[in-house]
T-cell receptor, first 115, second 113 residues
Framework: KAGVTQTPRYLIKTRGQQVTLSCSPI?????VSWYQQTPGQGLQFLFE???????NKGNFPGRFSGRQFSNSRSEMNVSTLELGDSALYLC??????????????FGPGTRLLVL | QKEVEQDPGPLSVPEGAIVSLNCTYS??????FMWYRQYSRKGPELLMY????GNKEDGRFTAQVDKSSKYISLFIRDSQPSDSATYLC?????????????FGKGTLLTVNP
């Protein structure tokens, strides 16, 4: 079974631009979560989608948004990019995203550099 | 106070050593505890998943949870150079919508041949 895939793997943008990242979960997984990883803050939860609905959201500004499609694929968008948005953006999928001994499987991430 | 504290290291050990990695947490709602391993330029991969207090063993890896002290550990026996990676502890609460993972910052481990 194929793992979680993320595209693109690397991205360079300039301040003020916007960016869209894509995530394809493991086949059959319906929950997709997004995380931001930086050296200073570590891995931080952005949001989680299940059945095309955002179920949970972390403490990030409204410039960070996402959506999920009917095939469970998800995208996240960052508008008005800031230098501090440079990070590795990780997507993780799980079957239902419940708290009943369910594990999350991570993709390789998209490394975003904002200049 | 951060919800999860983890010593970032770096930690350098000789091959064959026993490695001990630790995290403390403050949120009593955390019920599920995980250890992830992350190689350079890769996404985290799940190593161990525990629910209750006590020990769980899987090959050379042992995860230990002490809920009364809010302390979790990962032990690696007979460490190998291939174990060189960043180890992240992660926790998840129970009930409602609290199933997001909260991570420690990770400990960078280097096992020297």
């Amino acid at each position: 079974k194929a793992g979680v895939t993320q595209t693109p793997r690397y991205l360079i943008k300039t301040r003020g631009q916007q960016v869209t990242l894509s995530c394809s979960p493991i086949s059959g997984h319906r929950s997709v979560s997004w995380y931001q990883q930086t050296p200073g803050q570590g891995l931080q939860f952005l949001f989680e989608y299940f059945s095309e609905t955002q179920r949970n959201k972390g403490n990030f500004p409204g410039r960070f948004s996402g959506r999920q499609f009917s095939n469970s694929r998800s995208e996240m968008n960052v508008s008005t990019l800031e230098l501090g948005d440079s990070a590795l953006y990780l997507c993780a999928s799980s079957l239902r995203g419940t708290d009943k001994q369910e594990t999350q499987y991570f993709g390789p991430g998209t490394r975003l550099l904002v200049l | 106070q951060k919800e999860v504290e983890q010593d970032p290291g770096p930690l350098s050990v000789p091959e064959g050593a026993i490695v001990s990695l630790n995290c403390t947490y403050s949120n009593s709602a955390f019920q599920y505890f995980m250890w992830y391993r992350q190689y350079s330029r890769k996404g985290p991969e799940l190593l161990m998943y525990t629910y209750s207090s006590g020990n769980k063993e899987d090959g050379r890896f042992t995860a230990q949870v002490d809920k009364s002290s809010k302390y979790i550990s990962l032990f690696i026996r007979d460490s190998q150079p291939s174990d060189s990676a960043t180890y992240l502890c992660a926790m998840m609460g129970g009930g409602g919508s609290n199933y997001k993972l909260t991570f420690g910052k990770g400990t960078l481990l280097t096992v020297n041949p």
